[in-house]
């Protein structure tokens, strides 16, 4: 769950003395392998769940994760995340063998279950998702940041890093996502399902260098985050969210190269663990530190086991998808992980649990098979096929052994899938588990059916007939009921409005509503231009900006109608022949963050159409009366629907 013990820099003294500690604490790391005080003769696995709670009448984001914490004072696994909408829990770990996968299952139920009684006393649902489809930008602000000081002191540091003015994300699917933000909160878009497994220190770099390897397929069997800001993007949006929210980086006229925080890797492991972290100390600058009284040097020369803290805490600040985790087991011998961090949330705990036993087996079956996975792949290709896993997910195709082209599909099931039945059969786990899980995977890689498709289908369905925040809240309710049933997610059925029992749009923001895609005009443009636009785009409003976006006046088609009158009037004669001679100079806008009961009243008392929203002077979007039209013929169909059950 990270260290919670940390500050923020204040000065080059404390600087230096964590720095300090963090050199000594990777000469004791090292000591400690060189003369063989790991544990090696236990192999365990373990995980991390997080997940979203939302309003369960909204679907909206619920910031409520503080007082959930309250109610469940003593449980000590379940924390606290970055927003206050997110919460975490750590499942025990257990020998990678028997029924480990189904007990796996059953923790995190029976977890998630607490959680969940909780949570709904508050008015509230849980969720597991990547992303959560009804986030806004508007969440991701600061006042949405978990009170503690490591969030704090993170963010900050972060913050100080930043070259540009703000943090820039960009992302192409099948719609385009291109905006600024301030603080480094977006990472708190991300939800994830984090695996762990335990590798002795010789085994570390093989098994290391195959799960690189393995992350573009496990996440094109996982993905489940395509929906960003109403936004259709990756399959597993979650891998650019997550490197452009903490990317402090800017855009420079020389060719510098400057590592993101959150990165995939630069090459292959070659000789120990040790070559992560070196790098990565000398790579990234150290941001918070650690409050660390301990000294590792010292409990090495007394033959003691130190927690190396200092390094802890740098490891939590470098995100590497496949993280290298050193800890201390029960018995007081020290280990090594690989934490797994590609896998997101969700859509039910049996799907998680059956990508955990995936990966598990998958890494099992290639060590036994493969010497060395250097000598099948290129590095290059195996970072090339995790971009392309996280855009297309399923959808993709793989370059594999002997420069092999596969899509995604048939290396699941005629190569990957089989190798990780062996590889639990090899560490004994139950047949009846491996059989289930599995089987779980491979009729969801016969059908095509992971969370992402299932969401981009469906929203995409329902945009002709409501608008994108209720299909997202539709995405989210139908998700919430699929997951209490634990139903996996190939035999989920295509949402459809109908599937939302209460729709309440009177709470949305105008900035949740508005149209984004804009037509507009410039002051200059001909009049005759403006009428054969509307016609063509059968538009009753048309905003006037200038060059650089800002909102300058609004033509409507009663402006354009009393136009063309007085022109016949005058025998089709008119000096008023551009935008500039009839467009309204001064409409009324609204900004952002007004609700859409606030401008419905705006447009009402003021007898007009439509409302330009601005923000800073610049048109960002508009709503109209059809808008409105639209969600009231919702509403009546609902009322009518519930009429038609009351009388059956």
Same mark, same amino acid.
């Given at each position: 769950?990270?260290?919670?013990?940390?500050?923020?820099?204040?000065?080059?003294?404390?600087?230096?003395?964590?720095?300090?500690?963090?050199?000594?604490?990777?000469?004791?790391?090292?000591?400690?392998?060189?003369?063989?005080?790991?544990?090696?003769?236990?192999?365990?696995?373990?995980?991390?769940?997080?997940?979203?709670?939302?309003?369960?009448?909204?679907?909206?984001?619920?910031?409520?994760?503080?007082?959930?914490?309250?109610?469940?004072?003593?449980?000590?696994?379940?924390?606290?995340?970055?927003?206050?909408?997110?919460?975490?829990?750590?499942?025990?770990?257990?020998?990678?063998?028997?029924?480990?996968?189904?007990?796996?299952?059953?923790?995190?139920?029976?977890?998630?279950?607490?959680?969940?009684?909780?949570?709904?006393?508050?008015?509230?649902?849980?969720?597991?998702?990547?992303?959560?489809?009804?986030?806004?930008?508007?969440?991701?602000?600061?006042?949405?940041?978990?009170?503690?000081?490591?969030?704090?002191?993170?963010?900050?540091?972060?913050?100080?890093?930043?070259?540009?003015?703000?943090?820039?994300?960009?992302?192409?699917?099948?719609?385009?996502?291109?905006?600024?933000?301030?603080?480094?909160?977006?990472?708190?878009?991300?939800?994830?399902?984090?695996?762990?497994?335990?590798?002795?220190?010789?085994?570390?770099?093989?098994?290391?260098?195959?799960?690189?390897?393995?992350?573009?397929?496990?996440?094109?069997?996982?993905?489940?985050?395509?929906?960003?800001?109403?936004?259709?993007?990756?399959?597993?949006?979650?891998?650019?969210?997550?490197?452009?929210? @903490?990317?402090?980086?800017?855009?420079?006229?020389?060719?510098?190269?400057?590592?993101?925080?959150?990165?995939?890797?630069?090459?292959?492991?070659?000789?120990?663990?040790?070559?992560?972290?070196?790098?990565?100390?000398?790579?990234?600058?150290?941001?918070?530190?650690?409050?660390?009284?301990?000294?590792?040097?010292?409990?090495?020369?007394?033959?003691?086991?130190?927690?190396?803290?200092?390094?802890?805490?740098?490891?939590?600040?470098?995100?590497?998808?496949?993280?290298?985790?050193?800890?201390?087991?029960?018995?007081?011998?020290?280990?090594?992980?690989?934490?797994?961090?590609?896998?997101?949330?969700?859509?039910?705990?049996?799907?998680?649990?059956?990508?955990?036993?995936?990966?598990?087996?998958?890494?099992?079956?290639?060590?036994?098979?493969?010497?060395?996975?250097?000598?099948?792949?290129?590095?290059?290709?195996?970072?090339?096929?995790?971009?392309?896993?996280?855009?297309?997910?399923?959808?993709?195709?793989?370059?594999?052994?002997?420069?092999?082209?596969?899509?995604?599909?048939?290396? @699941?099931?005629?190569?990957?899938?089989?190798?990780?039945?062996?590889? @639990?059969?090899?560490?004994?786990?139950?047949?009846?588990?491996?059989?289930?899980?599995?089987?779980?995977?491979?009729?969801?890689?016969?059908?095509?059916?992971?969370?992402?498709?299932?969401?981009?289908?469906?929203?995409?369905?329902?945009?002709?007939?409501?608008?994108?925040?209720?299909?997202?809240?539709?995405?989210?309710?139908?998700?919430?009921?699929?997951?209490?049933?634990?139903?996996?997610?190939?035999?989920?059925?295509?949402?459809?409005?109908?599937?939302?029992?209460?729709?309440?749009?009177?709470?949305?923001?105008?900035?949740?509503?508005?149209?984004?895609?804009?037509?507009?005009?410039?002051?200059?443009?001909?009049?005759?231009?403006?009428?054969?636009?509307?016609?063509?785009?059968?538009?009753?409003?048309?905003?006037?900006?200038?060059?650089?976006?800002?909102?300058?006046?609004?033509?409507?088609?009663?402006?354009?109608?009393?136009?063309?009158?007085?022109?016949?009037?005058?025998?089709?004669?008119?000096?008023?022949?551009?935008?500039?001679?009839?467009?309204?100079?001064?409409?009324?806008?609204?900004?952002?963050?007004?609700?859409?009961?606030?401008?419905?009243?705006?447009?009402?008392?003021?007898?007009?159409?439509?409302?330009?929203?601005?923000?800073?002077?610049?048109?960002?979007?508009?709503?109209?009366?059809?808008?409105?039209?639209?969600?009231?013929?919702?509403?009546?169909?609902?009322?009518?629907?519930?009429?038609?059950?009351?009388?059956?």
């Amino acid at each position: 769950m990270g260290e919670q013990k940390v500050s923020l820099l204040q000065d080059s003294k404390q600087m230096q003395k964590f720095v300090q500690n963090l050199l000594n604490d990777v000469k004791a790391l090292e000591y400690m392998l060189d003369n063989d005080w790991f544990e090696s003769d236990v192999v365990r696995i373990g995980a991390e769940q997080e997940m979203c709670l939302v309003d369960a009448k909204t679907y909206k984001p619920a910031p409520i994760a503080m007082k959930v914490l309250k109610k469940m004072e003593g449980k000590d696994w379940v924390e606290t995340e970055l927003a206050k909408f997110n919460l975490e829990t750590n499942l025990t770990p257990r020998k990678f063998t028997g029924k480990c996968l189904s007990q796996l299952e059953k923790e995190n139920l029976k977890n998630l279950n607490i959680i969940r009684k909780n949570v709904e006393q508050l008015g509230a649902k849980v969720i597991l998702t990547g992303i959560l489809p009804t986030l806004q930008k508007s969440d991701m602000e600061m006042h949405n940041l978990t009170p503690k000081k490591r969030y704090k002191a993170l963010m900050e540091a972060i913050n100080s890093q930043l070259i540009g003015s703000a943090y820039e994300l960009r992302l192409t699917g099948l719609d385009e996502l291109w905006i600024k933000h301030g603080s480094p909160m977006l990472e708190a878009c991300n939800t994830s399902f984090q695996v762990h497994l335990q590798v002795a220190p010789k085994q570390f770099p093989k098994l290391y260098n195959i799960s690189q390897a393995l992350a573009g397929p496990v996440m094109a069997a996982a993905a489940n985050s395509p929906l960003v800001f109403n936004r259709r993007l990756w399959h597993e949006s979650r891998i650019a969210l997550f490197q452009q929210s @903490l990317d402090t980086r800017t855009t420079q006229d020389h060719m510098r190269e400057r590592s993101p925080r959150v990165h995939f890797g630069r090459t292959w492991l070659n000789d120990s663990i040790m070559e992560i972290y070196r790098e990565d100390i000398a790579r990234y600058r150290v941001l918070i530190a650690g409050d660390v009284e301990e000294d590792s040097i010292a409990l090495i020369n007394k033959g003691q086991v130190p927690k190396l803290r200092a390094l802890q805490v740098h490891n939590s600040t470098v995100y590497r998808w496949n993280r290298p985790c050193y800890g201390i087991s029960g018995n007081g011998k020290p280990h090594l992980r690989i934490e797994n961090r590609v896998f997101p949330s969700g859509p039910t705990v049996v799907d998680e649990v059956a990508n955990a036993a995936f990966w598990l087996g998958a890494m099992e079956g290639m060590s036994d098979h493969v010497k060395d996975i250097r000598d099948h792949l290129s590095f290059d290709d195996v970072h090339d096929n995790f971009g392309k896993a996280a855009r297309f997910g399923i959808d993709c195709k793989f370059t594999w052994f002997k420069d092999k082209k596969i899509s995604a599909q048939d290396l @699941l099931l005629k190569e990957l899938i089989p190798l990780a039945r062996e590889g @639990l059969k090899k560490r004994k786990v139950d047949t009846g588990d491996i059989d289930r899980y599995m089987g779980i995977l491979e009729e969801r890689a016969k059908a095509c059916a992971t969370g992402a498709r299932w969401q981009l289908r469906g929203f995409t369905n329902m945009r002709a007939t409501v608008n994108p925040d209720e299909a997202a809240a539709v995405i989210t309710a139908t998700t919430i009921r699929n997951q209490e049933k634990e139903e996996p997610i190939h035999t989920w059925q295509l949402p459809t409005p109908a599937d939302l029992e209460d729709y309440r749009p009177s709470r949305l923001k105008v900035s949740e509503f508005m149209t984004t895609d804009l037509f507009t005009v410039h002051k200059d443009d001909l009049i005759d231009l403006v009428a054969e636009m509307m016609n063509w785009r059968k538009i009753r409003y048309m905003p006037v900006e200038d060059n650089k976006g800002n909102l300058i006046g609004l033509i409507t088609s009663r402006l354009l109608l009393r136009h063309y009158t007085d022109s016949q009037k005058l025998n089709g004669k008119s000096k008023r022949n551009t935008v500039t001679d009839i467009m309204l100079a001064k409409p009324i806008t609204v900004g952002p963050n007004v609700t859409l009961y606030q401008a419905m009243q705006i447009m009402r008392e003021n007898k007009i159409g439509c409302l330009p929203v601005v923000q800073n002077k610049e048109l960002i979007g508009i709503i109209t009366e059809m808008d409105f039209l639209r969600i009231s013929s919702r509403l009546i169909e609902r009322l009518e629907t519930e009429d038609k059950k009351e009388r059956s």
